[in-house]
């Protein structure tokens, strides 16, 4: 373990120091425009970036260090915000004219673009915007950086039943059984999550029959939960041996730390949520921000971040990326389009209307 | 009496007026954020009661509200005299290993509520630890960890060392010759506790009881993880659910709420103010050094004392910290599973790696220490402006330690955010943990200032009316007479505010920044992406150096007294 950790830190030095020359020298990166340089020295001169995100610093760990080795001299200072708290800290420290951030990546998609559309977001076209796919790209402002897998994921010591493959299975399975599986199957609460909000509504775009699996889910006294954290110790001990909608990416590796979870790819489709990113109207350090947010989208950007465990939206990285997760998803991979349907589904009577049959869906 | 007050009466009024500008600016901002259609500092937003209209025609919002008055009894109904026994045993008896059982008492403090709630899912849930071993040699478990009358027993036992706290602060300072003399006359041991030691107690479980419903009031840890996956919702859950419900975040909506929490606490204090009116009549500690003398309690006694205490030990104590613990140290629980075999101490390699966190718990520290010694500061000077002051400052006072109480720590955390985010001069101050500190001290004045002020009542007024005869100045009297009195219960109130400031979450969930994270706050960041592990691995690490801690104070506390 000693060793291992000796050598890391010595390929870790060396990849710092390779990385470091050509930052020292100002050159662009490779494939960089020219007058990339004088971005570069412009960010160093501010010498930091901030960063707002609910993304916790352990999964951001990576792309820290990744961004400090490969632009010395400018210090990332990341904002631990509560996926909640992000759109109520941009827009009051906007209207107080006390702009902290400069780069603000959160997975409340649709709040993100409801910032963008509000004026909070600084347009920039990132030099890697031709390897990013179209979906993850939002009037050259906000950029989907992730892909996370919306998944089932079971126990598979405690759960006996033949393995639902797709929603069509899980309704049948919740409805037939609905009595002798009472209270055994749980999901993301969309009342509480804003981003489980999302992923239904994408669900419901994408599968006519959604709406039954949620009457099933009610009939079989399903259970709803507000975090990751709770919907994974349920499943993990067994007390609701099947979810659904999880966040995928999570859970490969919850499955990976504990043999008896498993993760399920829905055959019929998988929706793949993500984080998106965009740098602040008058940002403090509005240089910095565009070298972080290029870094990001970057290569080397989205391998640190897909080390930690979330995969990248690019093709060409050698870590899980797009077409790894779309392999493991049987080719139905369905992107969550930053587009305007999101900012549809903010709209409070959209909303009431879906709560209100999901709600009955569930008191029956 | 007249001239007791006269010379202070500049230094009572600024003290009010201080606490006045903390305690309403974030109250009047919440209440003017109530009667908008938007966030108060939108050019679009406009007035109207628009959002009051939206949460009195919810038929949740009175389920929530029936269901949080219910929850709020029935706690008290539980911790109270449960909390109140436990201090006189310990206090005022010869129960054997009451020095060991003082350091635990508190633990279940030590925790917040979320993290207790899991605890209890680990060892009594439905998939529990203690539930399966019942289950293989007895047959199905007759308890059921979600829905109201299970939340409302582990609300009570839980809340059990907050009556623990205040009323062993007052009981300690009773003097024995009271005791005594009704011993010598012939009374029994219970004779003695009704009719002579719970007169004197009286205004420390007075205050005890209210603080307690409005903790109940404002509780979102428990009824999260135990009342939600039975359908069982109260105020604060609900106001988790508005925040969503509308598309972008509707803070006028969780206002409108907040400020029925507020309403409630008149009524209260109302209630409180009447039962202690006459609370001068129970001043116990006379000019005469008075010696603590033991009830015996004989072996039968010791045998039910012990068997009722460690009923209550295995519930609040050893049901969650175990469950916790035994998350610490294994990948996997549950059904199915053979806890030996998922053994591992990779829960705990995280916390060391992560830079965050190593800044948390440096800034949970500091906050807790230091700045918990601070607040007991500020919380003195509250009380000594208050202590012997009767008319319009004392009743505004009482009403106004109250008020913080009946929000929700996530909303004092926003109000405080947008305050120092919007007034001027305090801009610079935000990114420091001075921010955090305030907001802390507010989210604390109530536990820390009730401490002082029951003890205080209880200094006999002869006291300082000789200090005061003999030429003293009533800063004279209050330096060299009250303080020293009231040195336990100062000591107390600082354990008490640096356990609260430790496991403190929601405030600092919208305050904290890169440079002030806190502990409480990175826990919502973890919960959120899974990471229940290294959350169950922190707050064990919080949960035994918070012990050590207060073993290690009481130690010390107890060579000063010698």
New interface residues.
């Given amino acids: 373990m000693q060793t291992l950790k000796i050598t890391t830190c010595a390929a870790a030095f060396q990849a710092m120091t390779l990385a470091a020359l050509p930052a020292h020298a100002q050159q662009a990166p490779e494939g960089y425009p020219a007058d990339y340089v004088d971005l570069v020295t412009a960010a160093v001169g501010e010498g930091e970036v901030n960063v707002y995100s609910p993304t916790d610093s352990e999964q951001a760990e990576g792309l820290i260090r990744g961004f400090e080795t490969a632009f010395p001299g400018i210090t990332v200072k990341w904002n631990d915000v509560a996926s909640g708290a992000v759109y109520n800290r941009v827009v009051s420290e906007a209207a107080a004219g006390q702009v902290g951030s400069d780069v603000v990546w959160s997975n409340g998609l649709d709040l993100q673009l409801q910032l963008v559309e509000e004026g909070f977001a600084e347009p920039y076209k990132s030099v890697e915007t031709a390897h990013i796919p179209d979906w993850a790209q939002y009037k050259d402002t906000a950029y989907s950086t992730t892909v996370e897998p919306i998944v089932f994921m079971y126990n598979n010591t405690v759960f006996q039943e033949a393995v639902p493959k797709n929603r069509k299975e899980l309704t049948e399975l919740m409805d037939t059984k609905a009595s002798e599986l009472n209270g055994k199957f749980a999901t993301f609460d969309p009342e509480k999550s804003a981003s489980a909000y999302v992923v239904m509504e994408n669900d419901v775009k994408n599968d006519a029959g959604f709406t039954t699996l949620v009457d099933a889910f009610g009939k079989a006294r399903g259970k709803v939960y507000a975090s990751s954290g709770q919907l994974r110790e349920k499943v993990l001990s067994g007390e609701h041996p099947f979810a659904f909608n999880i966040n995928g990416a999570y859970a490969k590796g919850w499955a990976e730390k504990s043999s008896n979870l498993t993760v399920v790819y829905p055959e019929d489709y998988t929706i793949a949520a993500s984080r998106t990113a965009f740098i602040s109207k008058n940002a403090p350090n509005p240089n910095a921000a565009k070298l972080f947010l290029d870094y990001m989208l970057s290569k080397s950007g989205q391998e640190a971040v897909a080390d930690a465990g979330l995969p990248s939206v690019r093709s060409d990285v050698s870590t899980d990326n797009w077409d790894s997760v779309n392999k493991e998803a049987g080719g139905k991979l369905v992107p969550i389009e930053l587009d305007a349907a999101l900012l549809e589904g903010l709209q409070p009577a959209k909303r009431g209307e879906f709560f209100r049959n999901w709600k009955k869906a569930l008191n029956q | 009496m007249a001239k007791t007050t006269a010379d202070a009466t500049g230094f009572r009024l600024s003290a009010l007026a201080a606490l006045g500008i903390l305690v309403l600016s974030p109250v009047l901002l919440i209440l003017y954020q109530s009667f908008l259609s938007g966030?108060f500092?939108?050019p679009l937003s406009t007035l109207g009661l628009d959002a009051y209209v939206y949460i009195f025609s919810d038929p949740d919002f009175y389920r929530a509200l029936g269901t949080t008055v219910l929850f709020a009894l029935g706690t008290i109904a539980i911790c109270m005299p449960l909390g109140a026994v436990l201090a006189f045993l310990v206090t005022r008896t010869d129960l054997a290993g009451r020095k060991w059982l003082e350091a635990v008492v508190l633990v279940p403090m030590f925790l917040s509520a979320i993290v207790l709630g899991?605890g209890y899912?680990?060892a009594v849930?439905?998939?529990?630890v203690v539930t399966l071993a019942f289950e293989k040699i007895f047959g199905p478990a007759p308890w059921n960890i979600y829905g109201l009358s299970s939340l409302i027993l582990i609300s009570g036992l839980t809340h059990v060392p907050h009556v623990y706290l205040y009323s062993s602060a007052a009981m300690r300072n009773l003097p024995g010759d009271l005791e005594e003399a009704a011993r010598t006359s012939g009374a029994g041991v219970w004779t003695v506790a009704r009719h002579v030691t719970w007169p004197l107690i009286m205004p420390a479980l007075v205050f005890s009881i209210g603080l307690n419903v409005m903790l109940a009031f404002e509780a979102f840890g428990l009824p999260?993880?135990l009342g939600?996956?039975a359908g069982v919702l109260v105020l604060t859950t609900y106001i988790?659910?508005l925040?969503?419900?509308?598309?972008?975040?509707s803070?006028q909506l969780m206002a409108v709420v907040a400020v029925v929490l507020l309403a409630i606490i008149f009524p209260l204090v109302f209630i409180q103010r009447k039962l202690l009116s006459r609370s001068r009549r129970f001043a116990a500690i006379g000019g005469k050094g008075a010696r603590v003398t033991r009830i015996r309690l004989g072996k039968s006694g010791q045998l039910i004392a012990w068997l009722g205490i460690g009923a209550w030990l295995t519930i609040s104590i050893v049901f969650p910290i175990g469950g916790i613990a035994i998350r610490a140290f294994v990948?996997?629980?549950?059904?199915?599973?053979n806890l030996l075999d998922?053994l591992t101490l990779?829960n705990f390699e995280?916390l060391f790696?992560?830079?965050?966190?190593q800044r948390g718990i440096t800034n949970t520290l500091l906050l807790a220490v230091i700045g918990g010694a601070l607040a007991v500061g500020a919380y003195l000077i509250i009380a000594l402006a208050g202590h012997r002051w009767s008319g319009a400052g004392h009743t505004a006072l009482d009403y106004m330690v109250l008020m913080p109480r009946a929000l929700p720590g996530l909303i004092i955390g926003?109000a405080f955010?947008?305050i120092f985010?919007?007034v001027p001069f305090l801009?610079p101050l935000?990114?420091t943990l001075f921010s955090l500190l305030v907001a802390y001290i507010i989210v604390g004045l109530s536990y820390g200032l009730r401490l002082i002020q029951a003890t205080l009542l209880q200094v006999a007024p002869e006291l300082e009316e000789s200090a005061r005869s003999a030429g003293a100045t009533i800063g004279q009297t209050w330096a060299r007479i009250v303080i020293p009195i009231i040195r336990p219960g100062l000591l107390g109130a600082w354990t008490m505010i640096m356990i609260i400031f430790l496991r403190e979450y929601a405030t600092g969930?919208?305050l904290?920044?890169?440079?002030t994270?806190v502990i409480g706050?990175?826990i919502?960041?973890?919960?959120?992406?899974?990471?229940?592990?290294?959350?169950a691995a922190l707050a064990l690490i919080s949960v035994v150096m918070t012990t050590g801690g207060l073993v290690l104070a009481n130690r010390l506390g107890g060579k000063i007294h010698e």
């Fill in positions: 966030p500092f939108s899991f899912t680990v849930g439905p998939t529990g999260l993880v939600d996956p988790y659910k925040t969503t419900i509308l598309g972008v975040p803070y990948d996997s629980w549950g059904a199915g599973v998922h990779n995280q790696s992560i830079g965050a966190l926003l955010f947008w985010l919007f801009q935000r990114l969930v919208y904290m920044t890169n440079g994270e706050s990175l919502v960041s973890l919960m959120a992406s899974g990471s229940l592990d290294t959350i």
